[in-house]
């Protein structure tokens, strides 16, 4: 059974970091594209970030570019998200996801097939 977790949230100060872990056991984790997602009270989970199956391929949302990276360690079957100059609209739940969909990797919440139960993150002004 293919199990999902995410780890290192927490409180920081605006313009601060964080870097979350999502480790996942029980498939062929290391060749599923993972992706990142948030969601803050009363609005959709939101896609953040998407990485291949051999980490060449990233993709953000344009609200975290350039201040996100995402990467995985297969060897490991951990995904990290690294966070840098968080904001206060950066607070939300953020889960972890894996995807059987074949796709080199997916923005679409709805190609994602595991998901963890998430961290939270939560940026002061």
């Known amino acids: 059974q293919v199990q999902v977790a995410e780890s290192g949230g927490g409180l920081v100060q605006a313009g601060g970091s964080l870097r979350l872990s999502c480790a996942a056991s029980?498939?062929?984790?290391?060749?599923?594209?993972m992706g990142w997602f948030r969601q803050s009270p009363g609005k959709e989970r939101e896609f953040v970030a998407a990485?291949?199956?051999?980490?060449?391929?990233?993709y953000y949302a344009d609200s975290v570019k350039g201040r996100f990276t995402i990467s995985r360690d297969n060897a490991k079957n951990t995904v990290y998200l690294q966070m840098n100059a968080l904001k206060p609209e950066d607070t939300a739940v953020y889960y972890c996801?894996?995807?059987?969909?074949?796709?080199?990797?997916?923005?679409?919440?709805?190609?994602?097939?595991?998901w963890g139960q998430g961290t939270q993150v939560t940026v002061s002004s």
């Open positions: 990485i291949s199956w051999s980490g060449s391929a990233t």
């Open positions: 996801a894996a995807s059987k969909s074949g796709y080199i990797a997916t923005m679409e919440i709805n190609e994602y097939d595991y």
């Open positions: 029980g498939g062929l984790i290391s060749a599923w594209p």
